[in-house]
């Protein structure tokens, strides 16, 4: 959000303060800040008690920056603490997932018991099929039951699961399966979205031909597609699984055990493999859940309407709300499957109470009209979340408004892949809440905004957002690249942790995120660098250079837009450049994801550049969004942006 515009908002001064009924009932007390405040490690150690140990710690946090332990002397399984205990413990009988397809219809109910089963008979089988401790397995899925089965299971067994987002190509997943070695991929033949089923083993089978190390394809059958099947590597679901038994006993793990990787865009065309352990991520996935959202595991319904194949959905689908025994809603579909009144058929069948959505896809849901939600009866709901990027004001009071009736507070939660859970957010109930801030630090973690000298800025300056303490689910590394990890995120502020978010602390403290400072983009809260979506440009023959940049978007927050030059092959010459363009967007979705595909490519004779070669981005983001342009003295060829301008105003963007 550009920072006039929040000025003028802050001017408006608006600010909910909480309900004195929500405050009465709510899982955080004010007194919880001063409680973590004097002595945080003490107090996550406290909060580590929410999992099931086999072992229970002594030691809480061993720091030698940038590699932290947490509660290393302690052993677990942490399938154990999201789904056994709640048996043993007689809950199972409870709703662990609600269950509802794409298509209308078609839903399914899963008890914590039957999880149970379903875990352990997973479990059996990815033993049949030669798993071992350690082992990394790619996941591959749509958001069906098996993918949540297969996860937990996995971390059963100590393996480490790396969930690729169901919507990547198969090129984007071969590279993940290659860069953290997988021996293992778990998929379904297919996807429905919108009742039409899209290709997934297709995309393992092609990714495939480059990673021979992977020994087992365990594939669920969802679309009844035909599907190629290499006999000896590939097993269906229904053969394998559903024949073993279903008790199985778990191993404890020490604390410190790779839980997950997950991979994520940094700033070059490689993505990073993100890796997290288990009992320091458990343990505050599952506390900021509880604060956060403020569940009550007997009554509530809660929906993060999140993918799995993000962090959102490890830590807010998987891992925090199954340790506090809550029933959730599981979607499969997209937010129009079946007519845009979907989701709020759900919550109002449902009776959902919580929900947890991203600014883009509000934002979808307001250009819809509020006379869509306006049919449903949707008072069951009392909170709801957002994440993935900077909420706009107006979309947080129409979320606010029609979705919430006025009455449900709003928590902003900021947060990243790296973190692991959220660390800054309002705590409903005790802080007040502003639309379009994420307010402050949650309990037990330690932010600042400094300026470029690594100094904290006053209220009402701006900079960049920093943690200063270790934290319980921070990243503990860039899987095979310790040297990418110290350098990304603790070189730029010695001593800190650097986000590469800008903020800004308003009057009175509180904190505005700006967006990303580095060359990340945020395309409907998903995260691509710039350099990916050049990288996969100039993989075009008909590519000379490119450049690419996030202009703001009023739907997607950001949309890429890439200025790219060409060679000039007889062949390409010809060929009509409305054509060309469209072959280049396709290449970039069929190369990386749909996700990446630009909004607009702008064909240009030349990029601006400076004097010592680099692309003048700032600029082109300027171009883009058609701001006028600031100081251009630096270009080799001023003209050159001129010409670009001229290109962008004849330029009719496309609009898918
Ligand atoms: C980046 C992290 C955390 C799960 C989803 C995204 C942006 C995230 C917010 C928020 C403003 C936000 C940041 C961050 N972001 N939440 N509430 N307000 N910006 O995870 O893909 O790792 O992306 O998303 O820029 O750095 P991710």
């Not at 700006?514 to 050049?534: A, C, F, K, P, Y």
């Not at 000379?544 to 978007?553: H, P, T």
Request: glycine share 8%; charged share 20%.
């Amino acid at each position: 959000m550009p920072e006039a515009k929040i000025e003028a908002w802050l001017e408006e001064d608006r600010e909910f303060t909480p309900s004195a009924a929500f405050s009465a009932q709510a899982n955080a007390q004010p007194s919880i800040y001063e409680e973590a405040g004097a002595d945080p490690v003490a107090w996550w150690r406290e909060q580590a008690d929410r999992l099931t140990w086999t072992t229970t710690p002594t030691k809480s946090l061993e720091w030698d920056l940038p590699n932290a332990k947490w509660f290393a002397d302690g052993t677990l399984n942490a399938s154990v603490s999201c789904v056994d205990v709640h048996v043993s413990e007689g809950r199972g009988g409870r709703v662990a997932f609600h269950w509802v397809a794409d298509a209308e219809g078609e839903s399914r109910t899963i008890t914590y018991h039957e999880l149970h089963r379903q875990v352990c008979r997973t479990a059996n089988a990815l033993i049949e099929l030669g798993v071992t401790k350690g082992d990394r397995i790619a996941v591959y899925m749509p958001m069906i039951p098996e993918a949540i089965f297969a996860m937990l299971a996995i971390v059963r067994l100590g393996a480490i699961h790396s969930v690729v987002f169901g919507g990547f190509s198969a090129e984007a997943l071969g590279s993940r399966i290659l860069d953290s070695n997988c021996r293992f991929v778990v998929t379904a033949d297919g996807a429905f979205r919108r009742g039409t089923a899209s290709p997934l083993k297709a995309a393992v089978d092609e990714a495939l031909k480059s990673c021979p190390n992977v020994s087992a394809v365990l594939v669920v059958k969802r679309t009844e597609s035909d599907v190629e099947w290499v006999p000896g590597r590939d097993h269906w679901w229904h053969d394998i699984v559903e024949r073993q038994s279903d008790v199985h006993e778990p191993e404890a793990f020490p604390a410190e055990t790779p839980l997950f990787i997950m991979y994520t865009s940094g700033t070059t065309a490689k993505p990073k493999g993100i890796f997290h352990t288990t009992a320091g991520y458990l343990t505050q996935a599952a506390t900021t859940y509880y604060n956060v959202f403020d569940v009550k595991p007997e009554t509530d319904v809660c929906w993060t309407a999140a993918d799995i194949g993000w962090i959102t959905g490890h830590s807010y689908i998987v891992y925090g709300p199954l340790i506090n025994g809550v029933t959730q809603i599981l979607y499969e579909g997209l937010p129009d499957s079946g007519g845009r009144d979907r989701w709020w058929k759900i919550i109002s069948g449902y009776k959902a109470t919580i929900l947890y959505t991203a600014p883009t896809t509000i934002r979808t849901l307001m250009k819809w009209g509020h006379q869509i939600p306006e049919e449903y009866d949707l008072t069951s709901l009392r909170l709801l979340g957002t994440v993935g990027e900077p909420i706009n004001p107006e979309a947080w009071m129409w979320y606010r408004k029609n979705i919430g009736g006025d009455r449900c507070p709003i928590v902003d939660t900021w947060w990243q892949t790296e973190t692991g859970a959220i660390l800054c957010s309002p705590l409903p109930g005790v802080t007040s809440t502003k639309p379009g801030a994420a307010m402050r630090a949650l309990p037990g973690i330690s932010t600042a905004v400094v300026d470029d000298a690594g100094n904290p800025v006053g209220h009402g300056e701006g900079g960049y957002l920093v943690v200063t303490q270790p934290w319980p689910a921070m990243i503990r590394g860039i899987w095979g690249d310790p040297d990418r990890f110290f350098d990304t995120y603790w070189s730029r502020f010695p001593g800190k942790y650097f986000a590469g978010d800008g903020a800004k602390l308003d009057a009175e403290g509180d904190l505005w995120l700006l967006g990303r400072v580095d060359d990340v983009m945020n395309i409907s809260g998903h995260r691509l660098s710039t350099t990916e979506v050049e990288h996969a440009l100039v993989g075009h023959r008909a590519v000379a250079e490119a450049a690419v940049v996030g202009a703001s978007d009023e739907t997607t927050g950001q949309a890429i837009v890439a200025f790219v030059t060409l060679k000039l092959s007889a062949e390409d010459a010809e060929k009509d450049h409305a054509a060309l363009i469209e072959e280049l967007r396709a290449h970039v979705a069929s190369t990386i994801s749909p996700i990446a595909k630009p909004r607009e490519i702008i064909l240009t004779p030349d990029l601006p550049k400076t004097r010592s070669g680099k692309i003048m981005r700032r600029l082109l983001r300027d171009v883009a969004e058609n701001r006028s342009l600031g100081d251009v003295t630096t270009l080799t060829d001023p003209t050159v942006v001129n010409m670009i301008t001229g290109l962008m105003d004849t330029h009719a963007s496309s609009d898918d």
